[in-house]
C-alpha cells in the first residue's frame, strides 16, 4: 500500500508534468484545489482518505455489507467483524464483538497465573458468596436454581474438637483432636449448568450451556467453582461459527477467519 508521502509525491510529478501550477482556494474545502494549465483554470478533487466505519449493530453491519463492491472481503474473529470495501477503495468497517458482564465473570475466574502461564486461578468462595455469586452476578443462567441455591444454603460445616492428654516419663502433653464434618452434601451436584449470553453486540444473540465442576474443600470451610477445561473456548467458537453463517446467507462475499 502506497503511503501519504507517495501519494503526494505522484500528485506532484502529475502536476509537473502537465505543466501546471495549483492555485491557492481558501473558500473551497481540503479536497478540492484548482490547476493552472495551459488550457485554463480547472478544478480537481482529491481522493478522501480512507475511512473506518464503528458499526453499533450485527443488523446495520449486514446493510452496510450491501454497499461493498463485489471484490469486498469479511473477516471474523472472536473479537469483531472487519468488512474491506474493495482494492480500489480503501473504506472499512468494523462490529466489535463485545462479551457480557456475565460472560466476561465466567472468563474471570479462569485467568491464568504467571509465570508459566499453564495453572490457573480458580476463585474460592465461602458459602454465602457462592450464592451471591450465583443468584445476583449469575442472575437468570442456572438450569436449576432453585434445587442448587437451596442445596448451598442447606450445606453445614461443623467440626468436634475433643481433648487429648498423652503422659510418659519424660513428659506430659495435651492436645486436640479436631474432627471436620459436612451435612447437606448428598444433594449438592458435582457439575452444574450455567446458560449465558456471550455478547453484548446488539442483534448478536449467541447463548451458550456452559458446565462448570464445584468442589467442597472440607478442612478450609470453602467451596471451589469453575468452568470445566475448554468450556468457554469451545462455546465461543462455536457462536462465531454461527455468526458467520448468519452473515453469509445475505452476502456473496467471501469470509474468512481472522484480521488484518
Known amino acids: 500500500m502506497l503511503t501519504h508521502e507517495a501519494i503526494k509525491l505522484i500528485q506532484k510529478t502529475a502536476v ?3 505543466g501546471a501550477g495549483v492555485l491557492e482556494t481558501p473558500a473551497e474545502p481540503d479536497h478540492i484545489y484548482l490547476l493552472d494549465t ?25 446493510e452496510i455489507i450491501k454497499e461493498a463492491e463485489s471484490t469486498g472481503r469479511i473477516f471474523v474473529n ?17 462490529l466489535d464483538l463485545q462479551r457480557t458482564a456475565q460472560w466476561l465473570s465466567l472468563e474471570n475466574i479462569n485467568v491464568p497465573v504467571p509465570p508459566d502461564g499453564y495453572s490457573f486461578h480458580t476463585t474460592v468462595f465461602d458459602q454465602k458468596g457462592l450464592i451471591r455469586f450465583l443468584r445476583i452476578v449469575m442472575r437468570g443462567c442456572l438450569d436449576d436454581e432453585g434445587d442448587v441455591l437451596t442445596a448451598l444454603a442447606h450445606l453445614k460445616f461443623t467440626n468436634d474438637a ?34 449465558v449470553n456471550i455478547f453484548a453486540t ?6 451458550a450451556r456452559i458446565a462448570c465442576s464445584l468442589e467442597v ?16 473456548d469451545k462455546a465461543v467458537a462455536d457462536a462465531v461459527g454461527n455468526i458467520i453463517k448468519d452473515v453469509r446467507a445475505g452476502t456473496k ?4 477467519r481472522g484480521g488484518e
Open 38 to 62: 495551459k488550457d485554463g483554470i480547472q478544478e480537481r478533487v482529491a481522493a478522501v482518505h480512507p475511512h473506518h466505519f464503528n458499526i453499533a449493530d450485527l443488523a446495520s453491519f449486514k
Open 202 to 207: 446488539p442483534g448478536v444473540k449467541e447463548r
Open 78 to 94: 472472536n473479537e469483531c467483524l472487519l468488512l474491506l470495501y474493495a482494492d480500489t477503495r480503501r473504506d472499512k468497517a468494523s
Open 162 to 195: 475433643a481433648a487429648e492428654a498423652t503422659v510418659s516419663d519424660k513428659r506430659e502433653s495435651m492436645g486436640r483432636s479436631i474432627t471436620n464434618e459436612l451435612h447437606g452434601a448428598d444433594s449438592l451436584p458435582d457439575t452444574v449448568f450455567l446458560n
Open 16 to 18: 509537473e508534468a502537465e
Open 217 to 232: 474443600n472440607l478442612l478450609d470451610r470453602n467451596l471451589r467453582f469453575k468452568p470445566y477445561p475448554d468450556e468457554l
Open 253 to 256: 462475499l467471501p469470509i474468512y
